[in-house]
């Protein structure tokens, strides 16, 4: 039985909800998202970490040819667009801010802007931005809020990237910042406490006890304590020397390391932490503890795969959905993340690899000039081939050419050589 199901029948039921705000209270203030990014360490490394890994890949257009070819497009509208969002924005810096507004925010904005060259893209800032509409399953405006006033945007004007909010609404998604909460109020108060420690108490190096029983005198006791400060602290002539205690005195060393206060144990920890709820390997941001060599290099790998692999697939698919259609050539048009150089393995590893699964030479001589920024040469665009490597099929070596400086020696009919005779 086929059935259809108007989709206003469903946005009838409801109309879009308002995006929470996008604040924490850490420390008895209340600060939002990039104010968190902007002062905590191990948010601010972990974020930054997947813009920058993200940035630095190269974002290239190909048009589809049947089932398994494919075209990369250079001048295409869209691949100029890439190239250069605007008249003061690279490709690098653009992605870069893209990432950290998903990173921070979950949610990112591109406003879609006329230029001399045609479309351009203008990052807005997620904290000036407001979605909404009736419309309960996507915003129908953009509500940009500025110093000098407010305009409305639609939806259409507007590349909206955004994460899952678990909602009704997709007004946007909620950050990892949200889940760190407890974890970064923990770190902040634990931070706190050692501030505290170290500035009231923790500069203490010890001090000096007596044996219970034995009598001391008011005039004495002052008499020692101003010949100590004199003697042995700031800038006493015998600062940092041996000193003589008397009457059964003796030191007790009372200061705190930071093994004792955890310091190192509890940043470790926090930056685990705040990884993890990025899903990026630990090692990848400095935690050595447990890194191996081998386990790193698998590791890094993975970074391009399970870590990076989701937000490349989303931003390319947004773009797929978004963007594309507003160019006027975009048939079979679809743009891609180049992770050739990052998976590829190094040098040494991609040239044996390549070797064996084409069992020949494969490389020109003015191709491995041109990769030393070398000029070619007359005969270097033909390969190479070994006397020993044969096509399938045939048995015989390839025979060497005939040196024309030495003329052959006649042979007879029976194969004899008649120099021989």
Known sequence: MGFVVSAGEVQRLGRLDSPKPARLAIGGLSQDYLQIWRKHYAVRTTVSYLARNIAQLGLHVYRRHGDNERERLTNHPLAQLIRQPNGWTTRYRMLEALVHDLGIFDASYLRKVKTDNGLGLIRLDPMRVLPKGDNWFYPEVFELRGSKGTIRIPSEEVVFFRGYNGGSSDVGGVPPIEALREVLEESHNASVMRSQV????????????????????????????????????????????????????????????????????????????????????????????????????????????????????????????????????????????????????????????????????????????????????????????????????????????????????????????????
């Open 198 to 421: 170290l500035r009231n108490g923790a500069r203490t190096s010890g001090y000096i006890e007596r044996p219970p029983g034995v009598k001391w005198s008011d005039e004495a006791k002052i008499g020692f304590k101003s010949e100590w400060q004199a003697q042995y602290a700031g800038d006493g002539p015998q600062a940092g020397g041996t000193p003589i205690l008397e009457d059964g005195m003796k030191f007790v060393e009372a200061n705190q390391t930071p093994k004792d206060l955890q310091y190192i144990e509890a940043r470790k920890l926090t930056r685990e932490e705040v990884a993890a709820a990025y899903y990026i390997p630990p090692p990848m941001l400095g935690l050595l503890d447990n890194a191996t060599f081998s386990n790193i290099t698998e590791q890094h790998r993975m970074l391009y795969q399970d870590t990076l692999g989701p937000w490349l697939a989303m931003i390319c698919d947004e773009i797929a959905l978004q963007l594309v259609p507003d160019m006027s050539d975009n048939s079979d048009l679809y743009v891609e993340f180049n992770l050739d150089e990052k998976l590829r393995g190094n040098f040494e590893q991609r040239q044996e690899a390549i070797q064996k699964s084409t069992g020949a030479p494969w490389r020109t001589r003015n191709e491995a000039r041109a990769l030393e920024n070398l000029p070619p040469i007359e005969g270097g665009d033909e390969l190479v081939q070994p006397l020993n490597v044969t096509q399938n099929g045939d048995d015989e070596p390839t025979p060497a050419q005939a040196d024309p400086m030495v003329t052959p020696r006649p042979v007879d009919a029976t194969g004899a050589d008649e120099s021989e005779e």
